[in-house]
């Protein structure tokens, strides 16, 4: 069957070797994440490197997501893993200072704005929820006292969730800059931001990222929604960005567990409502990290965002610390194409409001009814920059969208975009060779036969930078096309 949906992996220590990676890509990888979280650039630059080098081997498409680490607040290093029991009293302190006085544990924190933040009550949640600590006491010494309301094990670098309390810090960190010019200089498709609190912090990073591209192409932006701020500012957010990702672990930590379902539904009508990207991400397949197989839960977790509309859901630790990566890619590609069977059946169908109504878009709609309406196999589109292919995967047509260009760089990117599969052919000059090269490359491909019937979609004249202007409904190995539509 052919997938539409995508699967965004994590890479990792699980998975960097060459080897490793090519099973990945084999298995169904369509976006690798690189995770600025953890990680030298040296690490992540030869990652990336790798694995287009696989990619261009396999003569498959890849796409890159930087996602930038944001200003998550994360447990220092520490000698060995602690555990904390209810009731007993700790000390949290910032790394690279003294360690505060008292009989208690010290725990180490790598982010020094945390102490002028908290205040006494306030509850501090660690490794996403499992373990509750409330402040009892601050001083001006970088340091805090707590309570442990629920125990557990403590390991380094575990994150700190601060629910209901307003940080006075930047979303847009130093480490992240850094990490965005690095990305940029590695030419990567799609850079996520991380703990997204509102517009403003959107058109920080734009505003980075057009001071410090130096390749001219800007990546798309996707703003990670995991703040209960950012669904306050749902509608302004996705004004700015090309996309967003339903990030589920500290939505869930920030919010009460139970508001995140219907949260997920709301973010992803809303993201094809404006034809933008979303992820669906956050232990979904989790108990791979350790099983060879997931929960029936999380078998059920992947199909229904694929049932809500989800253009991608994603791996994290499954892929890129577990001891099963190959297999969570490969479950995952066989939970999606289960619920994509059965996609007619329970799922949603979705809907680009009017207000999308450039001509990309207006076009993306005529072929869409034209192919769901005849006995067609595919919509062809042919496409510089990907646009046209980004708006016809937003209008859900039920055949292949089979996205042709000469451009590198938007083949890679064209990897992100339900339903799509990217094709690289040379530059065209006319119409006649435009049809040539999809015949040639549909049947020495083996994806069509000869008599099959794809929409074609296309600027004319041929060659042209320009909008999509044009549908033609094309026989393969056959002369003849029928001119649909001309605007």
């Given at each position: 069957m052919n997938r539409k949906a995508k699967i965004v992996a994590t890479i990792g220590p699980a998975s960097s070797d060459e080897g490793i990676m090519e099973q990945l890509l084999l298995a169904g990888v369509n976006v690798a994440r690189m995770n600025f979280s953890h990680g030298t650039h040296a690490q992540h630059a030869q990652r990336i490197s790798s694995l287009r080098a696989v990619a261009k081997r396999l003569n498959l498409s890849i796409a890159i997501l930087q996602d930038l680490q944001g200003p998550k607040i994360r447990v220092g290093e520490l000698s060995a893993p602690v555990q904390l029991s209810e009731g007993e009293i700790i000390y949290l302190f910032a790394t690279g200072t003294d360690e505060p006085e008292g009989d208690g544990k010290k725990i180490p924190v790598d982010f020094r704005e945390l102490f002028a933040s908290v205040q006494n009550s306030d509850r501090l949640l660690l490794d996403d929820g499992r373990l509750t600590l409330e402040v009892i006491s601050t001083n001006k010494n970088l340091a805090l006292t707590a309570r442990v309301l629920v125990g557990g094990p403590l390991s380094s670098h575990k994150g700190i969730n601060l629910?209901?309390?307003?940080?006075?810090?930047?979303?847009?960190?130093?480490?992240?800059?850094?990490?965005?010019?690095?990305?940029?200089?590695?030419n990567v498709d799609a850079v996520a931001i991380s703990f997204v609190r509102s517009a403003d912090d959107v058109l920080k990073v734009k505003t980075a990222i057009r001071r410090l591209n130096k390749n001219g192409r800007s990546p798309l932006l996707i703003a990670k929604l995991e703040k209960p701020e950012?669904?306050?500012?749902?509608?302004?957010?996705?004004?700015?960005?090309?996309?967003?990702?339903?990030?589920?672990?500290?939505?869930g930590v920030e919010l009460p567990p139970e508001r995140v379902p219907a949260l997920q539904k709301h973010i992803i009508r809303a993201a094809n409502a404006r034809a933008k990207l979303v992820i669906t991400a956050t232990q979904m397949l989790e108990s791979m990290i350790q099983n060879p197989l997931p929960t029936r839960a999380e078998a059920s977790d992947v199909a229904n965002a694929i049932f809500d509309g989800t253009d991608a859901v994603m791996l994290s630790a499954e892929s890129a610390s577990g001891k099963y990566p190959v297999q969570a890619v490969q479950m995952m590609d066989r939970i999606i194409c289960e619920a994509e069977s059965h996609f007619l059946e329970w799922g949603q169908e979705q809907t680009m409001l009017s207000y999308t109504t450039d001509d990309a878009a207006s076009m993306a709609r005529a072929a869409q009814v034209l192919a769901n309406d005849t006995n067609v196999t595919a919509v062809a589109v042919f496409t510089m920059q990907g646009q046209s292919a980004w708006m016809m995967s937003k209008v859900r047509p039920r055949v292949p969208i089979l996205a042709f260009t000469p451009e590198d760089s938007t083949y890679s990117r064209l990897a992100m975009f339900w339903g799509v599969k990217p094709q690289r052919v040379p530059y065209v000059n006319s119409l006649e060779e435009m049809i040539k090269f999809v015949d040639d490359a549909l049947m020495e491909g083996g994806s069509l036969k000869e008599g099959d019937q794809v929409v074609m979609v296309c600027g004319f004249p041929v060659g042209a930078l320009r909008s999509p202007n044009m549908a033609l409904l094309h026989t393969i190995g056959s002369d003849q096309a029928v001119k649909l539509t001309i605007k």
């Open positions: 629910p209901g309390v307003r940080l006075r810090i930047d979303g847009f960190t130093s480490k992240d800059e850094a990490d965005l010019a690095f990305g940029l200089t590695q950012a669904i306050t500012e749902l509608e302004r957010i996705l004004d700015l960005v090309d996309g967003v990702m339903v990030a589920r672990g500290d939505l």
